[in-house]
């Protein structure tokens, strides 16, 4: 491993008693994320959060010395409906108002904010305060120059809206009228300009509005008197043709009259009809028995005298005898009457059928007149309708032309009246101070913002971040147990041990790297049941995250009084550990296992008791066929035989077979992953790769471990505090006792 020269120091976090197998990691817990979790990753990003919140806040503090003062100034203005339907006889009630959710009132507020928004009050400020003459109308003229007067005017007149804000006072008929300038003296100019402009604009539009109605008006009066004329002489044309004129004076009309004269008339002829019906019946009935007949004087007194004369002959004849003359004359003279007495009869039948048929003609002529004077009636009565439906029309016309007439001369009367509904309750002030900036609102908001945008960077930072963090993301990626965690060396024990570093487990083994150290070789030794392992390989996933720094560390760790300790520096690709054991790398592994070196002449010894070290040698083209041969596997045999411990230090897994080929002649592999560097999926990929050769992991180390971005945790915060506690004892010792012996001599 090269040095790394860092001001910062992190601790190791507590070594795993690893378990055998490897199905405990199985079985995952539910991760719950608690607030602390999120208060260790803005710790963590802290640099993240202070960077954005100084570089917001740092922009902010330099755009309030850049920045021009602006002035603003306000003006309140009362705006008063005043109702212009009212004085033309209109109603000031809304109907739509609660089917629309809105009032005339608020349609008539939005107008006015409107209309002081406008492009024509900014055209009448231009011209009532000559601002062609400002030196911003020069500055807009001068960046158009190519451009026509009218097209200058109207960019002049969107700056000024622009800096223009209408704010309406919530329940009150009051608005604020601001305008913000670099100018102070135009700052407060503009607004005091905006209320003559407003009720200047005001007018004008009013006084257009009542000349413009007064003209429909004439034009409505001159065609609905046009219409009204008609219409009277359809009616009076109409009541002369039809005789309705004498119906509406008063009089009764001819048709009517005579119509009326004749039902009566047809009444009388049915009663006389009928009476002399049932009499020609009677007497065609029950012929001479007839009460008519019966009751006649003539026929009554005819009938007495023929009984009486009947009672004489009947006497005569019985005594004189029926030749007697005088019974002869008696009996002529009752012949006679009864002659008489039948002709009688017979007139009174021929009169009564006389009258009967007369009665019936009479009839039937005063029917047929009726039938004739009630047609005339229906079609009097249907004119009649017709007539009223111009009557109709008529009254119609004439209501419309007398409210038009009216309405005329309530506006002519109102265009007289245009009055003014706005005031100035707050006259424009000209302004102490600018408006903008405001340093202490800026800063206050850039603090607020910047701390946010700090915050989102952080986590956004820690999202984006797929590395190894702490060992929990190594257990849960990698499902292999933690054999430790190798912090960061500070500046201070860099310095002091210049290219010794990568071996401050003998130099010092009480520091907090040291004690690591010493915390994964006991992990280490407990990982295997039975019996600690005798040969380990080394590796990592990728290059450049320690694992030669912790091959050494480790051998250093294991060599004690008793224990004798081998390091092999099998990375026969870009070799480092005699750089860091300060040997010659002339001869090496390379050259004994192809035959050119003796093995007592490449294991050399170090300043270390008991550790020794074998060096890669000259780099062969195909490093993976010497380790995959016999004369590797007896090199190892024989090493097992003579030394306690093995230690091997391989290329990276990934992209090289070298660390698996090793892996088959130990027993078992420390896998090396360096903090906020090796990925997850680098991770996953190196264990894949190294179990496909059914090689035992023991467990992983993270290495180059920082305090800051390692999060606090239970083992670390422990670990910080009994270092800080134990450092008098540890400085008497290592002064007492020398920095060589330490730990390097323990088990």
Known sequence: MQNHHS??????????????????????EEQVVHLRDYWHILAKRKRWVIGVFSGVMLATLLAILLMAPVYRVTTTLQIIQDNPSAILGGSSTDPLGALTGSSELDRFYETQYNILQ???????????????????????????????????????????????????????????????????????????????????????????????????????????????????????????????????????????????????????????RAIKEAQFRQISEKGVDAPLITNHPLVTSLRQQLIDLQGQVTGSGQIFGSNYPEHKGQSARMSELRERLAQEVRRIETSVRA????????????????????????????GLVRHHILKRDLQTNQTLYEGLLARMKEASIASTMVASNVSVINTAEAPYKPWVPKPLLFLGLAAVIGALLGTMTAFFVEYLDNSIKNTEELERNCRIPVLGVVP??????????????????????????????????????????????????????????????????????????????????????????????????????????????????IILPTEIPNLFFIPSGPLPPNPNELFASTAFESLVRRLRQEFSHLVIDSPPVIGFADARSLAVHAD?????????????????????????????????????????????????????????????????AENGSGEGSGRAGQS
């Not at 001001?7 to 995952?28: D, G, H, M, R």
């Not at 503009?190 to 008006?217: C, D, F, H, N, V």
């Not at 048929?357 to 047609?375: G, I, P, S, T």
């Open 488 to 601: 960061m060396a500070d500046a201070g024990e860099v310095r002091a041990q210049g290219n010794h570093v990568d071996l401050i487990a003998h130099y010092k083994p009480m520091s907090m790297v040291g004690e690591a150290v010493f915390q994964i070789r006991s992990a280490i030794m407990l990982s295997v049941s039975g019996a600690p392992p005798q040969s380990i390989v080394v590796t990592s996933a990728n290059p450049m995250e320690g694992k030669t720094f912790v091959a050494a560390n480790i051998a250093v760790a294991l060599a004690g009084n008793d224990r004798r300790c081998v390091i092999l520096d099998c990375d026969l690709r870009k070799p480092r550990l005699h750089k860091v054991f300060e040997q010659s790398n002339q001869v090496g592994l390379s050259s004994h296992l192809t035959g050119h070196a003796d093995l007592e002449k």
């Open 7 to 28: 001001n910062e120091i992190a601790v190791p976090a507590s070594a795993s008693v690893t378990a055998p197998a490897q199905t405990f990691y199985a079985l995952e």
């Open 118 to 272: 406008s492009r024509a009050i900014a055209y009448g400020l231009i011209d009532s305060l000559n601002l062609k003459e400002h030196p911003s109308y020069k500055e807009i003229e001068a960046d158009n120059r190519d451009e026509p007067p009218e097209i200058v005017r109207q960019k002049y007149a969107q700056y000024l809206l622009e800096n223009l804000k209408v704010e309406p006072v919530k329940n009150s008929y009051l608005v604020n009228v601001s305008f913000k300038s670099t100018d102070k003296e135009l700052a407060r100019k503009l607004p005091e300009a905006i209320q003559g402009e407003y009720l200047k604009l005001s007018m004008t539009t009013r006084q257009q509005s009542y000349t413009l109605l007064r003209q429909w008006l004439e034009d409505e009066l001159t065609r609905l008197g046009k219409k009204l004329e008609i219409s009277e002489r359809s009616v009076y044309a109409d009541g002369q043709n039809h005789d309705f004129l004498s119906l509406e004076e008063g009089q009764y009309n001819v048709i009517v009259q005579k119509y009326v004269e004749v039902s009566k008339a047809l009444t009388v002829a049915q009663s006389e």
């Open 668 to 732: 078992g592999a420390v896998l090396v992953f360096r903090h906020h560097c090796t990925t997850g999926e680098a991770g996953r990929l190196a264990v894949q790769l190294m179990t496909q050769n059914h090689c035992h992991i023991l467990g992983g180390i993270l290495t180059m471990a920082r305090k800051d971005l390692m999060g606090p945790g239970a083992y670390y915060g422990y670990y910080r505090h009994y270092h800080r506690y134990y450092g008098g004892y540890r400085s008497k």
């Open 355 to 382: 009258d009967y048929e007369a009665a019936l003609r009479a009839e039937n002529l005063l029917q047929k007149e009726f039938d004739l004077q009630k047609e005339k009636v229906i079609d009097l009565q249907n």
